[in-house]
């Protein structure tokens, strides 16, 4: 028989758990804090509610990492902030329960946790992200599983989800956080520039190396490399990432002298992997190294009970950087907002309410709209425009259209292509070419 530790400071729910847990075959023993548990001996399973009277659900999950017990803990708790499950991820906790949930839910949890050898043990994180939905629940579990190891992640989602700030967290948080977390975007960089960027290169390497210059791999020795848009990765290049990550070794451009780096390696990508996969556009071995652990980090249009709270930590973000006086959202308006897909996610939402609060200045914030929604005006025009134009003015105006858009991108981002690149959700080398055929 198993034996499982319940500690529950309320009465009424110590008593129902202990009765699902007993009608299952375990023995229970049962208690209202730490403080009534002489030794943690014999014990399966501890199921620990992190809101205790007397002290944190999260003290003494670090007391027993620090002392040494290797027990298995479930966390309970009505409070799934992100920073309580993150904080009981990394200090040991193997799975999360929200409340409220059923005795079959908990019931699979412990069956699924006490059929397996031995359990995972984070360490410890903190970190902001907002969220208190089942789909970032599971994020906030994972964050903290990749924090406690040294395995390479990928994180996958929509643009505007917010994968740059959880690989940031996840460093931050890791054994490596004392060294320098360093970010290379693979579609900002022209192709022919890019493996000089990642793996360095030799003096006379090319026209323009003057001296030895490290690449992004050394520079982030000890540490973390973020490879951003990694599905953009041109195909020639992954073959000599994989090599990387299969033995930490790799060779400057131009140079004959084999190196080595410890670095712990994140990426991210708002693409299909396994598609590209399918078209022969991306290796199937480097995506399996790059996914030892996989989050999937959910669009906004999913999870809209963390909308509010969004809102309100932007408000407050927004008044600090501002000096204004917002003090919320008036009902009207966050039900407008909650009727939204937000199709640019967190970004364009944090976006949208930082225009608000300096609209509205103080007091209560009455619209909130996604700004793609201001420019419905526009769209009509548009429309106006085409319903009049003959057949054979399509292709030219089109190439009109396309050529004062970008002329216009082009001028707002002082030339950078790059930004101008990443403002159109493109490659910078395909914005070359698109340059090239508008004689631009």
């Known amino acids: ?52 009277k007397n002290t944190s659900g999260i003290d003494f999950l670090k007391e027993m990492k620090e002392s040494g017990v290797n027990l298995p803990v479930v966390v309970i708790t009505a409070y799934a902030n992100a920073e309580n499950i993150i904080s009981a991820s990394r200090y040991g906790a193997v799975d999360i329960l929200k409340k409220p949930f059923d005795g079959e839910e908990l019931l699979e949890v412990i069956d699924r946790i006490l059929g397996e050898a031995e359990p995972e043990r984070p360490e410890d ?16 579990k994972k964050v903290g599983l990749a924090a406690s190891t040294n395995m390479n992640v990928l994180l996958i989602g929509e643009t505007g989800v917010g ?55 050394e520079l982030a020795e000890g540490g973390t490399l973020f490879l951003d848009e990694i599905g953009d990765l041109p195909f020639p290049l992954q073959a000599k990432l994989l090599r990387f990550l299969e033995d930490r070794t790799f060779y400057r451009l131009g140079d004959d002298r084999e190196r080595r780096a410890d670095v712990r390696v994140i ?47 932007f408000i407050n973000k927004a008044n600090t950087e501002f000096g204004t006086k917002v003090t919320g959202i008036e009902e009207e308006a966050l039900e407008e907002a909650l009727s939204y897909d937000w199709r640019g996610n967190v970004r364009e939402l944090k976006n949208a309410v930082y225009k608000a609060v300096l609209e509205t200045k103080k007091g209560r914030i009455r619209n909130l709209r996604p700004l793609n929604e201001e420019v419905k005006d526009v769209y009509e025009l548009i429309d106006m425009c085409l319903q009049k134009l003959p057949e054979s003015e399509y292709a030219s105006f089109l190439r009109k259209v396309e050529r004062r858009f970008i002329e216009f991108l082009m001028d707002k981002c002082g030339g950078n292509k790059s930004q101008v690149a990443k403002l159109l959700g493109i490659s910078r080398n395909t914005l070359r070419s698109k340059l090239e055929e508008l004689d631009l």
């Open 267 to 313: 990426a991210a990508t708002n693409r299909d992997l396994k598609k590209l996969i399918g078209e022969g556009k991306f290796r199937e071995d480097l995506y399996y190294r790059l996914s030892q652990i996989v989050i999937d980090i959910p669009p906004l249009r999913e999870r809209k009970k963390d909308i509010p709270k969004l809102i309100d930590f």
């Open 163 to 217: 994968k740059d700030l959880l690989a940031r967290i996840i460093h931050e948080n890791s054994h490596k956080k004392e060294g320098p977390f360093v970010v290379i975007n693979c579609s900002a960089i022209p192709e022919n520039l890019l493996e000089a960027e990642l793996f360095g290169y030799k003096k006379g390497a090319f026209t323009g190396a003057v001296r030895d210059t490290k690449g992004k791999i």
């Open 125 to 140: 994180i903190d970190g902001v992200i907002v969220g208190e939905s089942e789909g970032m629940l599971e994020v906030f």
């Open 1 to 52: 028989m198993k034996n499982i530790l319940l500690v529950e400071d309320e009465r009424d729910v110590r008593y129902a758990l202990r009765r699902v847990l007993e009608r299952a075959g375990f023995s229970v023993v049962d208690v209202e804090g730490p403080e009534q548990i002489e030794n943690l001996d014999g014990f399966n399973l501890i199921i620990l509610d992190l809101k205790l």
